[in-house]
Structures are given as structure tokens and as C-alpha cells.
């Protein structure tokens, strides 16, 4: 009887075993997947940064922009990321809106 409990033990063993492989390789294919999914979102915040960046450029350089209608030169520094981040959000949902 004690033969049979250990074959059975054996089995048992062996089949956690099995489903610990198909886990592992059921995992690597949800990375590959996250990692797939999260190329396109890096690639918009980095756009986005970069749309930023150039906007507090175009601000400290005088140029004159548009936020909500009204005309925007020079903000103070106190302001200018939120200005720029509100000019670029404009932006954006004028692109949006205009696929509509």
C-alpha cells in the first residue's frame, strides 16, 4: 500500500510540474504582450513631452500662441509649464475634434 501512495505522490509531483511549465510559458507570452501594448503609450508620452518642450521654447521666444481664444506671449515662469500644457492639451483635442 505504501508503494502505491508513492507512486501516486510521484504522479502528483509530476503534474504540478507540468502545469508550473505551462504557467511559465503562458507568462512569457503575457509579457511579450504587455510589452508590445506599452510600445505605442511610450511612444505618445514621449511625443507629448516632446510637444511641450517645444511650445515653453516657442513661449520664452516670444512667439505668440493661443490658449482658449486668448492670445499668449511670454507667460511669467512662474506659469509657463501650465501654459504650454494647456496649449498643447487645446491642440490636441482640436486634432481629435477634427476626426470626428
Known amino acids: 500500500m505504501a508503494e502505491l501512495d508513492i ?3 510521484s504522479r502528483d509531483i509530476e503534474k504540478k510540474i507540468s502545469e508550473l ?7 512569457r507570452q ?3 504582450e504587455l ?9 505618445a508620452d514621449r511625443e507629448y513631452k516632446k510637444h511641450i518642450g517645444i511650445t515653453i521654447l516657442k513661449l520664452l521666444n516670444g512667439v ?8 499668449v506671449v511670454k507667460p ?3 506659469i509657463m509649464i501650465k501654459v504650454a500644457e494647456a ?4 491642440e490636441h483635442q482640436l486634432k481629435k475634434d477634427s476626426f470626428i
Open 7 to 9: 507512486y501516486q505522490v
Open 21 to 27: 511549465e505551462e504557467l511559465r510559458i503562458l507568462s
Open 30 to 32: 503575457c509579457v511579450r
Open 35 to 43: 510589452n508590445a501594448a506599452e510600445k505605442p503609450m511610450l511612444d
Open 64 to 71: 505668440e500662441m493661443e490658449l482658449a481664444g486668448i492670445k
Open 76 to 78: 511669467p515662469a512662474t
Open 87 to 90: 496649449i498643447c492639451a487645446d
